[in-house]
């Protein structure tokens, strides 16, 4: 190796020690340098994300967008299949997953998450007359559930009933139209889409008894816990001061 190479060798290694590690390394720390959040989600999830003209909107792309408020960051959000949004963080392409995102064991072991900012309810979907009547006769019957890809509903369902009676599909309202079609019997998503679809769609209903409660919260890379504990920080002072409360109030009114 010439001198000059090892010149010019040594000039760029002491540039990126000097540089933040959001330039020299995959993205897995606080985007600082060019001042971006990406936040990573699946918009067809109403309420909490969804399209509105060519503008994702809903309760986590405002609370994303407080965050980033409080960071001095620019929020920027990309739409991708739900079941990439994870291997999408841990890989580096995205800072955050907002996605009405579950907070369960098994995702704890690829990705971290902040305080919980919201809770769901898992919710059965069936047709008006349906013999269905609780998640009892789905677990004792051969019905067929609907469900978005690597959702808690597909997770729950397939543990429930095994993969032979559960239907994928890449989103909410595809399995809706399925359910609509009487190619599934059931389908089994979070309450607050659930209540969009059924909305939509006459002759379905929801059961009045929930499938299961969970906490929501944003996943954040796990080599980045700079990022995790400044979001958290964030989430804080938007809890106390009424922000979150308020987002949510807008898209889901007390009833």
């Known amino acids: 190796m010439n001198k000059l190479v090892k010149k010019v060798l040594s000039a760029a290694l002491i540039m990126c020690i000097g540089l933040s590690m959001a330039s ?3 993205k897995k720390s606080l985007t600082v340098e060019d001042g971006v959040l990406t936040m990573a989600t699946n918009a067809a999830f109403p309420p909490y994300e969804f399209y509105e003209n060519s503008k994702i909107v809903g309760i986590d792309a405002e609370i994303a967008e407080a965050i980033a408020n409080k960071l001095g960051l620019k929020l ?3 739409d991708t299949a739900f079941d990439s949004l994870i291997t999408g963080v841990q890989s580096g392409k995205y800072d955050i997953v907002a996605a009405g995102l579950t907070v ?3 995702r704890k072991q690829s990705v971290s998450f902040t305080e919980s900012y919201s809770t769901g309810i898992q919710s059965i979907i069936v047709p008006e007359g349906s013999p269905i009547t609780d998640i009892d006769s789905i677990v004792n019957g051969d019905y067929i559930v609907g469900v978005q890809i690597a959702t808690t509903g597909d997770i729950y369902m397939t543990d429930e009933i095994g993969s032979e009676r559960v239907e994928q599909y890449n989103n909410g309202a595809d399995a ?3 359910l609509v079609t009487g190619k599934v019997d059931a389908v089994v998503i979070d309450n607050q889409p ?10 379905l209903v929801i059961l009045d ?19 995790l504990n400044k979001i958290n920080d964030a989430l804080k002072e938007l809890k106390e001061d009424g922000t979150i409360d308020a987002i949510i109030n807008k898209y889901i009114p007390a009833e």
Request: charged share 25%.
């Open 24 to 26: 020299c390394s995959s």
């Open 176 to 178: 809706v139209q399925a």
């Open 194 to 203: 659930a209540k969009s679809f059924v909305a939509a769609n006459e002759g």
């Open 76 to 78: 920027v959000i990309e």
């Open 104 to 106: 369960t064991e098994e």
């Open 209 to 227: 008894t929930p499938y299961t409660v969970e906490d929501y919260a944003i996943a954040v890379n796990k080599d980045n816990e700079e990022l």
